[in-house]
């Protein structure tokens, strides 16, 4: 059975940081592009930030370019999301989001982290 694990998630004020955690398991790991993707209210998902099966070449969603860093340990199954210079547009439910890198490999969800900035 596959999971993905999302954590880290909070409440912040605004210019603070927060790194998420999105924890896999069941699946093989390094088969898959791993991204995060972040859904606020009354809003659709959107693209937050990717990177491929080895780690190389992130990418990101311009708002949150600077101020965002994507990276995962393969040896942990494990993807992440430093977030700093937080605003309150980042305000949403993060979820973390495995694309695998063949079109036979089912996609997978985690359940989502909320992350709130506010003062």
């Known amino acids: 059975q596959v999971q993905l694990v999302e954590s880290g998630g909070g409440l912040v004020q605004p210019g603070g940081s927060l790194r998420l955690s999105c924890a896999a398991s069941?699946?093989?790991?390094?088969?898959?592009?791993m991204r995060w993707v972040r859904q606020a209210p009354g809003k659709d998902r959107e693209f937050v930030a990717g990177?491929?099966?080895?780690?190389?070449?992130?990418y990101y969603e311009d708002s949150v370019k600077g101020r965002f860093t994507i990276s995962r340990d393969n040896a942990k199954n494990t993807v992440y999301l430093q977030m700093s210079g937080l605003k309150p547009d980042d305000t949403a439910v993060y979820y973390c989001n495995a694309a695998g890198i063949t079109p036979d490999l089912t996609d997978y969800w985690g359940q989502g982290t909320q992350v709130t900035v506010s003062s």
């Open positions: 069941g699946l093989t790991f390094s088969n898959y592009n």
């Open positions: 990177v491929g099966p080895s780690g190389g070449s992130p």
